[in-house]
């Protein structure tokens, strides 16, 4: 039976299929229907989970699928700290490594199952994070996708979200590593979910001024938001959007009750416009 390791394959029956019909799909396309027929946000997110799926060095056909699940209570992962930048569930994004103690984390990271748990420092001028007091109590786990050495010595890596998690407790050593559990969701699938998440949409159409309604439905795909049916992913894909502070930010990572933090979103959006936030830096 066929699972999400085989969608490209799957979207290329998909185009194959439809062209026999003369309808003309492109392989992108197609990619981004199947990672919607799957359950997920978009392609990028899909690749993510196909690429934490495998073991290094391993091709497509060679999954290790536990390297995309979230951490059972108790294990360890290396830390990934964040200077300026929340990280949320089914994000995926390039982060700046100039640390030698991150960059060690990371390289254990990717010799073993590639993930990392990335969480927000509460000061951004603390060069060594090493205590439950530097760092916020709930972080993201991560998979690691990519990393490449950059010209000037920093580390470029790719992580993409994929479940809250709780830092138990700190290990120093050669580099921070933590025991972790995860942050279940509750209310996810409530009707006051579903209500609430109609109202953010709203409420965000006037926040960003984008009238949904005149954007083309392919485009409208892309940008992903009228589509998502979870309460949970609309309000983890909306608050990154927010201009806001990395307190608030972190609040609402923090905040499992889905309906509560749809709450926290349509409140926040009150207080004004998006603003351009710089790139993230670990």
């Known amino acids: 039976m066929r699972d999400f390791r085989d969608a ?22 197609s990619l981004e229907l199947i990672a919607r027929i799957l359950g997920l946000r978009d392609w ?3 690749a993510a989970r196909i690429q934490a799926s495998q073991p ?30 929340v990280l949320f569930p089914q994000m995926t994004v390039p982060v700046f490594v100039g640390r030698d103690k991150t960059r060690r984390a990371v390289e254990h990271a990717v010799a073993g199952d590639r993930r990392v748990l990335v969480v927000a420092q509460r000061r951004a001028t603390d060069d060594d994070p090493g205590t439950l007091d530097s760092l916020y109590p709930v972080g993201v786990a991560a998979s690691v996708i990519n990393c490449q050495t950059q010209v000037d010595g920093v580390l470029k890596v790719s992580v993409s979200g994929l479940q809250r998690t709780a830092i138990l407790r700190l290990v120093n050593a050669d580099f921070l590593t933590a025991e972790v559990a995860p942050v279940e969701e509750q209310r996810g699938q409530s009707a006051e979910a579903e209500a609430r998440s ?39 894909t909306l608050a990154p959007l927010l201009s806001i502070s990395i307190e608030q930010k972190q609040q609402l990572l923090e905040t499992g009750d889905v309906v509560a933090r749809l709450e ?12 351009i936030r710089p790139a993230p830096t670990g």
């Open 198 to 236: 109609s109202a953010v949409l709203e409420t965000y159409q006037s926040y960003a001024n984008i009238d949904f309604s005149s954007i083309q439905r392919r485009p409208k795909a892309r940008l992903g938001l009228s589509s998502i049916g979870d309460p949970g992913v609309l309000a983890d």
């Open 8 to 29: 490209k394959a799957m979207a290329q029956t998909l185009s194959e299929a439809l062209s026999a019909k003369s309808v003309s799909l492109s392989h992108s396309e």
């Open 56 to 85: 290094v060095g391993a091709g497509p056909r060679n999954p290790t699928p536990r390297a995309s699940l979230p951490p059972s209570s108790g294990a360890v992962l290396p830390i990934f700290p964040m200077r300026d930048f």
């Open 264 to 275: 926290k979103i349509l409140d926040l959006m009150k207080a004004g416009r998006p603003e």
């Open 44 to 46: 990028n997110v899909l």
